[in-house]
């Protein structure tokens, strides 16, 4: 059902120390950064060849990854996001195997514009899953 990785998030205190360990340091292409209110975070996306980190740092006072943080003061890995063909189809998948999804279980516009989706982490493998309908 999934297809390709799209991308590989990174949870930072500092999103310009971040661009500037990727861009300087590993020598990679960094997209200047992007404010996302509504999902409460502010990203940088790190453009490989094969997919793409996303860095991001906590967008106001109700960032949801607060917490993370918290527990991950230098930063962590997030999430890991899958690409699918049709999000709805695999949500339904996915609930009809037991599996949970995050919210009110619709797609909402993610950081590329198109409608995404969160799973628990515990019936991953201990990993938050991005979903990504292209
Ligand atoms: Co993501």
Known sequence: MIG????VAIAVPDL???????????GARVAPPQPL???GVRVAFVELPNARIELMEP?????????????NPAGGI??????????????????????????????????HGKPVLFLHPK????SLIELEEV
């Open 16 to 26: 310009e120390a971040a661009r500037a360990i990727y861009l300087g340091i590993l």
């Open 78 to 111: 997030h999430h890991l996001c899958y690409e699918v063909d049709d999000i709805r189809a695999a949500r339904d998948h996915l609930l009809a195997l037991g599996a949970r999804v995050l919210g009110e279980g619709e797609p909402r516009p993610g950081a």
């Open 59 to 71: 967008l106001g006072e109700k960032s949801p990854i607060h917490g993370f943080l918290e527990r």
């Open 37 to 39: 209110p509504e999902q």
């Open 123 to 126: 019936d991953f493998c201990g």
């Open 4 to 7: 390709r990785l799209n991308h």
